[in-house]
Each structure stands twice: as C-alpha cells, then as structure tokens.
C-alpha cells in the first residue's frame, strides 16, 4: 500500500527542477537574448504558460484526497486479467 | 538584454547592415511533432471520457492523472522555450566593419566570434534540398584571409541576398583598410608558400 502523498512528493521534486532550469532559461533569455518584443513576449508567455499550468494542478488536486492509498499488487493483478 | 547600439567590442562607427537568424520552419518542424504529442494525452482523456468515465471519477486515478498530465505539459512547454532559447540566441550580425557570430550550445555554453570584413576572401551560398529550394534558405560559407575554418551562416533566409550583402561591405571595408587588407593577404601568401615549401621540398631534404 502506497500513500498518494509519496506521488505528491515526487511530483514537487519535478517541480522543484522545473523551476530551477526555467529560472536559468530566463536569465539566459533575458541577457543575452535581443533587446526588443519577441523576447519579451516569449519570456512572459512562457511564465504564464507554466504558472498556469501549477496553478491548475493545485485547483485540481486541492478538491482531492491526498491521504488514500493505492494498492500496487492489487491494480497490478487487475490490470493483468484485464488484458 | 543585449542592444543593439551596444554590441560586444562595438567599434567606431559601426552601423549594423542585417542580423540573420536560422529560418522559422527549421523551428516549426519540431513544434509540428510537439503539437502532436501534446494532442495524444488530451484526446486519451476525451477516450477515457467517453468509454470508461468511472476511471475519471475515481479518487486515486484522478491524482494520478492530474500529477502525470501537468509534469508532462511543464516538460514539454520547458523543452519547446529550451528549444526556442537556443534558436533565438543563435544571432549572425552584419555591420560596416565586421560580422559576429554568436551561438548559443545548450544552456550553459555560448560562443561569440567575430570576423573583420576586409579579411574575407570568399563568400559562397548554397540552397540544398526540397525545402530549402522551396522556401529559400540556406548555407551562407565565408572563407577568410589566413584561417582554415570557414565561417557559416547556418539556414539563413535567401543566401544569395546575404553573401552579396556581406561582398559588397567586405569590398567598401577593403578599401578603407588597404594597408591592411594588403598585410592580411600577404599573411596567407606567406603562409601559402611556406606550405608548399614544406609538401615538395621537406620529403627531399630528410636523410
């Protein structure tokens, strides 16, 4: 039996890189990329994008619970005679 | 964010003539796959709507669709912005007196170089293949005065248009560095004889 949190945990660990390499990538963008819209514009769509996307994941997840496990053997066994 | 009035090593005088980028399309071809893959997890969800919703009502599956579907979407919208950061910072510019190349390899490794006009010797463009011909881009080669590595515009937008481009204000640059266009060329010369000095003379000289 697996908590689902352990999921949880694992999917902000992804996040944790995520943010990291975007926040490298920006500053990339930012200082070397050419003054002028596209730049800008790519910069804050990308934010927006991702943001939206989390907070999405955060709406979502929030009206669930979080505290249920999963039983690996069990789905696994149900998937088999499935097929 | 760089400007353009302010360019690495701006010299006096310099006016920018083109800056040059790889073609859209050399883009487009991998948002055409991403928009594919992108496509693939919502129409299995509709299919899943559609034919078995209990799986979509049921606690467990619903985290684990909510916490795979945004991983994925974060990983394919980091992967598109690394993929366009690498396409945009890859900048090819043309000014009165020089070009500069400046590449962007991943995220950590840049390269700027830069090639003053009177030193260039050659200039030659070349299309190559279906859509390059369709589209009209492709390879601009400079060769200079004393390198052996060539320069490269890598899928510019009309080629032909760049390498006049770049002849022409190596011509106007020549004639304002005479004395030392004339060095630069005497160099290779130089060089060009040594070398075949040493290729016929070296095998007769050794005991």
């Given amino acids: 039996m697996i908590p689902l949190s352990i999921f949880l945990i694992v999917w902000l660990v992804f996040l944790a890189v995520f943010l990291f390499i975007s926040a490298l990538s920006i500053m990339q963008m930012l200082r070397f990329g050419l003054h002028g819209p596209i730049t800008r514009w790519t910069t804050i769509i990308y934010i927006v994008v991702s943001v939206g996307i989390i907070v999405i994941s955060l709406v979502l997840l929030s009206g669930l619970d979080l505290n249920a496990t999963i039983d690996i053997t069990n789905s696994l066994g149900d998937v088999l005679l499935v097929n | ?207």
């Fill in chain 2, 1 to 207: 964010m760089m400007k353009l009035d302010n360019l690495p090593g701006a010299l006096p005088n310099e006016k920018i003539q083109g800056i040059f980028r790889r073609h859209w399309i050399t883009l487009f071809s991998l948002f055409a796959i991403l928009i594919v893959i992108i496509i693939l997890p919502i129409a299995s969800y509709l299919f899943l709507s559609f034919t078995d919703s209990s799986v979509l009502q049921n606690n467990t599956s619903l985290v684990l669709l909510i916490l795979g579907g945004s991983a994925f979407f974060l990983f394919v919208i980091l992967f598109l912005y690394q993929h366009f950061l690498d396409h945009w910072l890859d900048i090819w510019i043309v000014t009165n007196s020089r070009i500069l190349n400046i590449e962007q390899k991943g995220l950590f490794a840049r390269t700027i170089s830069e090639l003053r006009l009177y030193r260039v010797q050659d200039v030659t463009s070349e299309v190559n293949g279906f859509m390059r011909s369709l589209l009209n881009f492709g390879m601009v080669y400079i060769q200079t005065a004393g390198e052996k590595e060539r320069f490269t515009f890598e899928d510019v937008h009309n080629p032909n248009k760049v390498s006049k481009l770049i002849l022409t204000l190596a011509e106007q640059d020549r004639k304002e560095h005479l004395e030392e266009a004339i060095e630069a060329i005497d160099e290779t010369s130089l060089d060009n004889k040594q070398h075949i000095v040493d290729a016929h003379l070296a095998p007769h000289l050794e005991p």
